[in-house]
């Protein structure tokens, strides 16, 4: 077991030295593939290469033989589809020109690296004030070697602010004029771009007039151009039908390097359908949730384009799933509803009974505070005052030791007399008035007028002389003031003792 298990370990070590072995014959490979566009460059930046070093695209049979079958197609009438959609040769046909417009974008951008190397020996800081590659290189063409910028027309080209600002800059440059040979490189390579575009341009309205035959539906939701890169890179309209929604959202999303650069503008996870321009025209926080729908409506889109009896209807299904997609999008970008103010509801809880009768009064009085205690609380303003003890500091007595202590009142009690009493009262003479104990009189008097009834709360009833205080004080008034009074000499009283 032993010697089997080492013999497995060698045999998996020497086929790793052999994958490694056909990784660098591939690397070499590559190399040497490489070895031509570099030597090409090498020319360009020297200055003895032309355009058409750098850029073959025009030049390639691919690409004449992309637009030559464009033209033999269109001059056909276009006829029903029998069996799939991916043996059909003019599908074929407009995958193959899909790709081409990848391909027409990247020379796009060489043959703009090609014209601001040469040209900026003229004009350097035009590639600073024009970064866009076909706008610097129409300007390019407009302007080559003239030194006056202001005789030159170039509204078609940029707009009045950019015009302006390049017009000054020109009046400035340290730039020198173009010679011949090298105003005759950027020449052609501003005729290789004008080229490009218009090819492109025929692709796409090719491509345009032809999906809706195919894929109508599909059309109608994504777009045309959209429409032809999906079923390109899945393999047909059979492919792209089979395939989940949540796969082709992703379809065309390129991995990016971010090697120092923040993560947070980077946008994982969009393809091609993120960049349609029904997608792009909603908000960018939104742009998301109206991917994943249209990604939605793709895939039913696809299925029902497959069968090509749908076909007959137009896009008839494909109206339907945009309007779709434009209603629940309407719905998600409605601001929330504003927040009601609404009033409190009423309170449920019943009103708390209240106690109330003799008892109660009699019970409130017991817990209620005493005088003293209410003296002890009272402080007197501006005096010094000591406390009740060493260990409570602070705490004084009040003014329950002042002197001026509040005894309580006694409440006198509301007693009633019944008229069988006051007839009584009255026929024996002695009652005059009858005092309550709040001070007033009552109406019943008496013709003797000399006594009146009162109600203590120690005595009860008592008969009491309402003069006697006066008469006293009258007693006392004539003792020493009196007519009759004399004069008293305390000498003989003194003699008299003796």
């Given at each position: ?6 013999m ?19 690397d ?13 460059l ?31 197609f ?152 959209c ?23 992703v ?6 390097s ?47 384009d ?68 209410k ?51 009255q ?30 709360p120690m ?16 007693k006392?008034?004539?003792?020493y ?18």
């Amino acid at each position: 077991t032993h010697t089997h298990t080492a013999m497995s370990l060698h045999d998996q070590l020497l086929a790793d030295l052999d994958e490694l072995d056909d990784l660098d014959e591939g690397d070499e490979l590559e190399e040497v593939e490489e070895a031509e566009p570099q030597q090409a460059l090498s020319l360009v930046q020297q200055g003895d290469g032309t355009v058409y070093d750098v850029a073959k695209l025009t030049s390639s049979e691919e690409f004449k033989a992309v637009l030559e079958k464009m033209v033999e197609f269109s001059a056909k009438e276009r006829e029903p589809v029998i069996g799939p959609v991916e043996e059909d040769p003019e599908a074929k046909l407009i995958v193959e020109a899909n790709r081409m417009t990848v391909e027409i974008d990247n020379e796009v951008s060489v043959i703009h690296k090609f014209v601001r190397d040469h040209y900026a020996k003229r004009f350097p800081e035009l590639e600073q004030l024009v970064p866009m590659p076909m706008d610097y290189v129409r300007t390019v063409r407009v302007m080559m070697n003239e030194m006056d910028v202001t005789k030159l027309d170039l509204t078609e080209v940029l707009p009045p602010a950019t015009i302006m600002v390049v017009s000054v800059t020109a009046s400035t440059t340290q730039g020198k004029p173009l010679g011949d040979e090298d105003l005759e490189r950027v020449r052609q390579a501003c005729a290789m771009m004008d080229e490009l575009i218009e090819a492109k341009q025929k692709i796409l309205e090719y491509v345009e007039s032809r999906m809706f035959f195919l894929a109508p539906n599909l059309t109608h939701i994504c777009g045309a151009s959209c429409a032809a890169q999906l079923m390109g890179i899945a393999g047909g309209l059979t492919g792209l039908s089979k395939m989940p929604a949540c796969n082709i959202l992703v379809l065309g999303a390129a991995k990016k390097s971010l090697a120092g650069f923040s993560s947070a503008a980077s946008l994982p996870h969009t393809g091609f359908i993120f960049y349609t321009p029904l997608v792009q025209s909603y908000p960018p926080d939104f742009r998301r949730k109206a991917a994943r729908l249209v990604a939605a409506k793709v895939a039913l889109a696809a299925r029902f384009d497959s069968y090509h009896g749908t076909n007959e209807a137009g896009a008839a299904e494909g109206i339907k799933f945009r309007e779709d997609i434009e209603k629940k999008m309407e719905k998600a970008l409605e601001p929330p509803p504003a927040k009601m103010s609404k009033a409190l509801p009423a309170p449920d809880d019943a009103p708390r009974k209240k106690r109330g009768g003799k008892r109660f009064r009699k019970q409130k009085e017991r817990m209620s505070s005493s005088e003293a205690m209410k003296s002890a609380n009272r402080m007197t303003f501006g005096e010094m005052q000591d406390d009740l003890d060493q260990s409570a500091m602070g705490v004084t007595a009040g003014q329950l030791h002042s002197g001026k202590f509040r005894a309580p009142q006694a409440k006198a009690k509301h007693v009633a007399i019944s008229k069988r009493m006051q007839r009584r009262l009255q026929a024996s003479g002695s009652m005059s008035t009858i005092r309550t104990p709040t001070g007033s009189r009552s109406s019943a008097t008496s013709a003797a007028g000399t006594a009146s009834v009162a109600f203590t709360p120690m005595q009860g009833l008592e008969i009491m002389n309402p003069n006697a205080a006066e008469q006293t004080a009258q007693k006392s008034d004539n003792k020493y003031f009196g007519a009759s009074s004399g004069f008293s000499k305390s000498t003989l009283k003194r003699k008299a003792v003796d």
